[in-house]
């Protein structure tokens, strides 16, 4: 294949309606929480885990099982490093990968896989630890501009239609933060009119604000270290929560001014990483990370922060974010490099484990259309019914011969994921 071009079989052709989002925080009890990042239309994936950051998507319907040999392939794209998923928005699909030394942001059709444009930004970064090179963190596409953020602490905003640079700022070395074990890869936030990124900067900028239309700083705050998990903004009983799971605690910030409002202390020292994101039901707030700091289950005011309920025995993720569904999650227990990682149904509330499909692999979960669409790093593509009662499998297919570790994307009706060569546009929907 050359690069730059595309097969294309054929275009899924299908609409839905908008996404609303409803919580339980007990059994009786229901509590409409607002999760925003970018507005999104039908359809879209705007962003990492989705269009309101928690992997679960309403209006979207997916198959009821695979045909024989698997999801039908529409298109493919050859793609360079990166561990960055892909955003959709309006038809376009946004890429952010490396190509030599240049980290690129490319624009694509959505329907067909046709490059329309690149915008290239100069890297010099080389992990120390991973053979990707490549950006970590999903595009975040807001209101026609894609916002983006490199390993090397780059970030970037991109005008959607055209690919014209409205501006960069090498943020981590202006404001002197450590490279972390991966490089930057806490995917940026769209709050109002500012992007939030949890820089780690220890010398009062671990969190920063910057203005969306010229990435002036607005505000900046505390001095903790960043993480790989990337921030939420959600509303409880009248206050706007800025959630960010840093290095070593999860703070909640006003995002009018970076003001703390609480801490809670979340992580360790030494080689442990916190990459799953923060799943927020009412007033509860779920975090999960391996290297033995496990689970927590939090309730929190507008002042206060307490503990509910913590093992690191039920749903203790590397960094796949779990799934919610009512009053329970679906998420992976476990580490890809070390000891089995176990598929999990969990009772928010209580961390009971209701079932386990024990050795199942590492993957990133969807749940949509009360299934669960899974893919696994050995690449396997994997859907499932999303029921307490157990596990019941739908349909499995090898759709990449490498890993496949980026997040993937949901929209009408099909699933644009990558692995280490090439991205793929696959129909899951009917």
Not at 156 to 184: C, D, M, Q, T
Not at 376 to 395: F, I, N, P, R, S
Request: charged content about 20%.
């Amino acid at each position: 294949m050359v690069t730059g071009e595309t097969t294309m079989v054929r275009q899924a052709d299908v609409s839905y309606g908008c996404r609303t989002r409803i919580l339980t925080t007990g059994l009786m009890l229901l509590i409409l929480t607002s999760v925003c990042g970018s507005h999104a239309s039908a359809g879209d994936w705007p962003q990492i885990l989705g269009p309101n950051r928690d992997g679960v998507v309403a209006g979207e319907k997916l198959l009821d099982k695979f045909p024989a040999k698997g999801p039908e392939e529409l298109w493919r794209y050859p793609v360079g490093d990166g561990l960055a998923g892909v955003a959709v928005a309006d038809e376009w699909l946004v890429l952010f990968h490396r190509q030599g030394d240049q980290d690129v942001c490319e624009g694509l059709d959505a329907a067909t896989g046709k490059s329309l444009w690149k915008a290239p930004f100069p890297t010099r970064y080389v992990s120390g630890i991973s053979e990707d090179q490549g950006p970590r963190c999903v595009p975040v596409l807001h209101q026609g501009v894609a916002y983006l953020y490199g390993a090397a602490g780059g970030l970037h905003a991109v005008e959607i239609k055209s690919g014209k640079k409205l501006w960069s700022r090498p943020v981590n070395k202006e404001f002197n933060a450590p490279e972390g074990y991966f490089g930057a890869g806490s995917t940026p936030l769209v709050e109002g009119d500012k992007l939030i990124v949890n820089i780690g900067s220890r010398e009062g900028a671990g969190v920063v604000a910057f203005a969306l239309k010229d990435g002036a700083t607005v505000w900046k705050s505390t001095s903790e270290l960043a993480s790989y998990s990337a921030p939420v903004a959600v509303t409880h009983e009248g206050v706007r929560h800025l959630i960010v799971v840093t290095r070593l605690n999860t703070v909640s910030l006003d995002p009018a001014t970076g003001a703390v409002r609480w801490k809670l202390r979340f992580g360790q020292t030494g080689p442990t990483v916190n990459g799953a994101s923060p799943i927020v039901s009412g007033n509860h707030l779920f975090l999960t990370a391996s290297y033995g700091i496990g689970a927590v289950l939090a309730e929190f005011t507008a002042t206060d922060v307490k503990t509910i309920w913590t093992n690191d025995d039920t749903l203790s993720s590397q960094y796949p974010t779990p799934v919610l569904a009512g009053t329970v999650l679906y998420g992976i227990d476990g580490r890809q490099d070390a000891g089995p990682a176990n598929l999990r149904c969990v009772e928010l509330l209580t961390g009971k484990v209701l079932w386990s499909q024990d050795g199942f692999g590492m993957a990133s979960l969807i749940r949509a259309d009360d299934k669960l669409l899974m893919l696994k790093t050995d690449g396997t593509l994997v859907l499932a019914k999303a029921m307490v009662e157990g596990y019941q499998e739908l349909g499995s297919a090898s759709v990449f011969d490498t890993t496949a570790r980026a997040l993937p994307a949901l929209s009408n009706g099909r699933l644009f994921a990558r692995d280490t060569k090439v991205l793929k546009c696959l129909k899951v929907g009917p």
